[in-house]
């Protein structure tokens, strides 16, 4: 399978300081994964140190025949995946 970094994302890289590695590493390391019913996203999720600190680190991506496209990453906010779990905004895939 192929992956591919959106223009978007890698414009979040460079704006965030994240290093280019750490979105293909979520996105193979992880073991929770999503359907965001907002965005029709899929997610993947992983904590893991940013910026010196460990935090739980989203990325969305789409699956396309043999490509997967990951699309942006952001740090989660305290509480941010309980939320959006909660209110049925991301579902858990298995």
Not at 58 to 72: D, F, G, K, P, R
Request: hydrophobic fraction near 35%.
């Amino acid at each position: 399978m192929k992956i591919e970094y959106s223009t978007h994302l890698r414009h979040r890289l460079a704006l965030r300081g994240i290093s280019h590695d750490l979105p293909y590493q979520i996105y193979v390391q992880s073991n929770e994964r999503y359907h965001d019913a907002e965005t029709g996203h899929s997610i993947a999720t992983m904590r893991t140190i940013l910026n010196g600190k460990m935090r739980e680190v989203m990325v969305a991506y789409e699956i396309e025949e043999q490509t997967v496209s990951l699309l942006t990453i952001h740090p989660l906010k305290e509480g941010q995946k309980e939320n959006r779990l909660k209110a049925g905004r991301w579902r858990r895939l298995e």
